[in-house]
């Protein structure tokens, strides 16, 4: 998502500002950001953000019976990675 992001952005067009991602699971009680294939197989949460530098664009999540604290906190986290992206 980030290449096709900064690719379509520096061709110009429909495309104006480049768009990150991050995907946080959950396991043994912590967060684990940008899980591997395998350790998502072992999460209980599975949630993707994705924005911009200025706003998040979506947010997608698959959990198994955790807590609404535990399923959008870690929201503000891949937030503030996906905005990390673009202060480099």
Known sequence: MI???AALT??????QRPIGAARVGYMNGEFVLNPTASQLKESALNLVVAGT?????M??????????KLCW?????GTSRCRR???R
């Open 53 to 57: 530098a200025h706003a998040v664009l």
């Open 73 to 77: 906190g870690p929201s503000s986290s």
């Open 3 to 5: 290449g096709v992001s």
């Open 85 to 87: 992206r673009f202060k």
């Open 10 to 15: 520096t061709l110009g067009g429909a495309v």
């Open 59 to 68: 947010v997608e999540s698959e959990a198994q019976q955790l807590s609404e």
